[in-house]
C-alpha cells in the first residue's frame, strides 16, 4: 500500500510508538512508523521491569492493576502475533534497609489494598545485611523489550509499514483533511518521540523532567534467578548475564556513559549482596521521557487538527504505554474522551 493511504503516520519506533502501531492495526487501521534509530532512546536501555512497589516507602504504583491488566492482556496479544514470549512472572526479593523503612513495610502489611503485592520474606542470603529482613514483592515481571522492539520493527517492515529516517519537522504539511510529510500522506499524525520531543516545535515547551538513567549488564557470580532490590536492582538477562541499575540524573541529558554511575552501581551492589558483578559486558545509557506531574501526554496537539501526541511514559513505560495506547486509540477512533490530566498541557 503506497504511503499516501495509510491512516496513521507515527514518528518514533519506541515502545510507545511500537505498541501504539500494534493497536491500531489489531483494529484494522493502516500504519507508517518512522524511526531516526536513535541511540540514547529509553526503551533501548529499558531492563523490562514491572514492578507494583516502588520507593524507599514502598509505595503501589497508583493505578497499577487497571495498567497491568493492560499491559498482561497487550503483550500476551503481542506474544501471538509476533511468536515470541515477551512477558514472565519473576519473584523480587526487596530488602529493608534500616527502621524507618521496616515501618513502613509493617504499615503496608496491614492495608487491604497491598495484601495481593507484599509479603514477609525473612532473611535473603544473598544481601548482607539482614537486620530487617526483606520484602516479598509479589506479581512483578519481566518484559523483554529489546526483542519487542526489534521483532515488531521487522514485523511492520513485512507490511511495508516502517521507515528509518530523521523526521524534520519544518517538512511536515498539515492539510485540512490529510497530513504530508516527503510525499507520504496520511489521514492522522501521532508523535511518539520520547525524549526528543524536546527539539519538537509544537512539543518543545510541555513540561517535561527529563531524566538520563544508566545500566549495566554484567556476568554476576553468585547471583540467584530471581530479582533482588536495595534502592538499585539486579535481574536475570539474556545468555546468563544480569542487568544492574538504575540511575536518575535529572541535570543532564548527555549520552556518554558515565565511570562515576558505574562505579555507584557497582559499589551498591557490593555494600549490600554478596554478588560479585565479575565482567561488565554492556554500559549503556538512555534519557527517560519523565514529566514534572508524572502524568503521561496524550490527545490532539492544539493548533493542528490532526496530530496527536502520545509522550511522557517516564520510568514505568511498560507497564503504563499498554493502558494509554488503549485511551488514545478508544479516543481517536470512538470519540471516547481523555482524562484531563493527559491532556491539559497539549
Ligand atoms: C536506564 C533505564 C532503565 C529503564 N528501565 C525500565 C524498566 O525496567 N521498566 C520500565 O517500564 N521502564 C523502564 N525505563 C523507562 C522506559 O524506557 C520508558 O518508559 C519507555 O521506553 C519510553 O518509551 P518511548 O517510546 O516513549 O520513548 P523512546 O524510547 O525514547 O522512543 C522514542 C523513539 O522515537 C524516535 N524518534 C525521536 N525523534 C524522532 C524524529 N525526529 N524522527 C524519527 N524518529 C524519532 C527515537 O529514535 C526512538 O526510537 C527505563 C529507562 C531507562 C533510561
Not at 513495610?105 to 539482614?130: A, I, P, T, W
Not at 517535561?208 to 530471581?226: D, H, I, M, Q, R
Amino acid at each position: 500500500m503506497p504511503a499516501s493511504e495509510r491512516d496513521f503516520i507515527i514518528i518514533g519506533q519506541g515502545l510507545a510508538g511500537s505498541i501504539l502501531a500494534i493497536e491500531l492495526i489489531k483494529r484494522g487501521l493502516s500504519v507508517m512508523v518512522i524511526d531516526n534509530a536513535h541511540k540514547g532512546s529509553s526503551s533501548k536501555v529499558a531492563a523490562g521491569i514491572i514492578n507494583p512497589i516502588t520507593g524507599h516507602r514502598l509505595n503501589l504504583t497508583e493505578g497499577f492493576v487497571d495498567y497491568f491488566q493492560s499491559a498482561k492482556q497487550f503483550y500476551l496479544y503481542a506474544e501471538r502475533i509476533l511468536d515470541e514470549s515477551f512477558i514472565s512472572e519473576i519473584e523480587q526479593s526487596r530488602l529493608i534497609k534500616n527502621q524507618g523503612q521496616a515501618n513502613y513495610f509493617d504499615e503496608r502489611l496491614n492495608e487491604l489494598n497491598y495484601q495481593s503485592f507484599l509479603e514477609v520474606s525473612g532473611e535473603n542470603s544473598s544481601f548482607k545485611q539482614n537486620e530487617f529482613g526483606c520484602a516479598t514483592i509479589k506479581k512483578t515481571s519481566l518484559v523483554d523489550s529489546k526483542s519487542l522492539l526489534s521483532l515488531s520493527r521487522k514485523w511492520l517492515q513485512n507490511q511495508d509499514a516502517y521507515l528509518q529516517a530523521k523526521i524534520e519537522y519544518s517538512e511536515i504539511n498539515f492539510g485540512e483533511n490529510e497530513i504530508e510529510y516527503r510525499g507520504a500522506k496520511a489521514a492522522k499524525l501521532i508523535f511518539c518521540e520520547g525524549y526528543q520531543a524536546t527539539n519538537n516545535p509544537w512539543l518543545k515547551s510541555l513540561p517535561f523532567k527529563l531524566a538520563k538513567g544508566e545500566v549495566l549488564t554484567v556476568e554476576a557470580k553468585n547471583a540467584p534467578e530471581s530479582m533482588l532490590s536495595w534502592g538499585n536492582w539486579l535481574v536475570p538477562g539474556k545468555n546468563k548475564s544480569y542487568k544492574l541499575g538504575s540511575s536518575y540524573d535529572w541535570n543532564d541529558t548527555s549520552l556518554n556513559p558515565s565511570d562515576t554511575v558505574k562505579q555507584k552501581l557497582l559499589g551498591s551492589l557490593e555494600l549490600h549482596t554478596y554478588i560479585q558483578a565479575a565482567i561488565i559486558i554492556k554500559h549503556e545509557v538512555g534519557v527517560r521521557p519523565t514529566t514534572t506531574d508524572r502524568n503521561a501526554f496524550l490527545g490532539r496537539i492544539s493548533g493542528l487538527k490532526n496530530a496527536y501526541c502520545f509522550n511522557g511514559f517516564g520510568s514505568k513505560g511498560c507497564l503504563t504505554i499498554p493502558y494509554h495506547a488503549e485511551l488514545l486509540c478508544e479516543h481517536m477512533l470512538n470519540d471516547r474522551p481523555l482524562p484531563e490530566k493527559l491532556t491539559k498541557w497539549l
